[in-house]
Nanobody
Framework: QVQYVESGGGLVQPGGSLRLSCAASRTIFSIFAWGWYRQAPGKQRELVAAITRGGNTNYADSVKGRFTISRDNAKNTMYLQMNSLKPEDTALYYC?????????WGRGTQVVVSS
């Protein structure tokens, strides 16, 4: 069993930046792949970025070139650096393994991009 706690969300103007953090309750070294997901109002949850144990990354086309995923195994933490934010990035952001484990969904962290 593991718990993930997301933080770092907030209100930001278009073009701004945020850095999200995801802290795991136990060592993440054994986890093969992690992901950041988001769910906007009225939409399904989607995977926006993923990273493997070896550091390979993948991004949704909508965030490619703007978002950067990273992980710090020593701190059991994963990050999502979000730059050039757009109103359509507004959503509740979650972290989980990739593919996700239903029982491990946390509360998420809210990101609102608005002027």
């Amino acid at each position: 069993q593991v718990q993930y706690v997301e933080s770092g969300g907030g209100l930001v103007q278009p073009g701004g930046s945020l850095r999200l953090s995801c802290a795991a309750s136990r060592t993440i070294f054994s986890i093969f792949a992690w992901g950041w997901y988001r769910q906007a109002p009225g939409k399904q949850r989607e995977l926006v970025a993923a990273i493997t144990r070896g550091g390979n990354t993948n991004y949704a086309d909508s965030v490619k070139g703007r978002f950067t995923i990273s992980r710090d195994n020593a701190k059991n933490t994963m990050y999502l650096q979000m730059n050039s934010l757009k109103p359509e990035d507004t959503a509740l952001y979650y972290c989980n393994e990739n593919p996700p484990t239903t029982a491990y969904w946390g509360r998420g962290t809210q990101v609102v991009v608005s002027s």
